[in-house]
Nanobody, 130 residues
Framework: QVQLVESGGGLVQAGGSLRLSCAAS????????MGWFRQAPGKEREFVAT???????????DSVKGRFTISRDNTDNIKNTVYLQMSSLTPEDTAVYYC????????????????????WGQGTQVTVSS
């Protein structure tokens, strides 16, 4: 059974920082594309960031470029971890953040498309107060 477990969410003031973690287990994800998405109340789930399985290629939503950084740790072949470092947070970043995994075509590929991801975590709440 594939499992993705997010952690690190919480309440932070505007301008602050948080680091989200996503632990992937139950399957080898060292060759999976990993992504972060978020969903605010009453809105569609939207793409935030993605990273190739090599860790060398990344892409970000325009709204978070320069403020968020995605990274991954593939050193443990049993459990892989993906991180989302968030800084300069604003109230508009308030949402439930989801980690997701997608089969990677090659070590450099990534995807921003929600429907390319077939494994999802349960989400972690991030609330930014003004």
């Amino acid at each position: 059974q594939v499992q993705l477990v997010e952690s690190g969410g919480g309440l932070v003031q505007a301008g602050g920082s948080l680091r989200l973690s996503c632990a992937a287990s139950g399957r080898t994800f060292s060759t999976a594309v990993m992504g972060w998405f978020r969903q605010a109340p009453g809105k569609e789930r939207e793409f935030v960031a993605t990273v190739s399985w090599s860790g060398t290629n990344r892409n970000y939503a325009d709204s978070v470029k320069g403020r968020f950084t995605i990274s991954r740790d593939n050193t443990d072949n049993i459990k892989n971890t993906v991180y989302l470092q968030m800084s300069s947070l604003t109230p508009e970043d308030t949402a439930v953040y989801y980690c997701a995994a997608s089969p990677g075509a090659n070590r450099f590929s990534y995807t921003t498309k929600r429907y390319d991801y077939n494994y999802w975590g349960q989400g972690t709440q991030v609330t930014v107060s003004s």
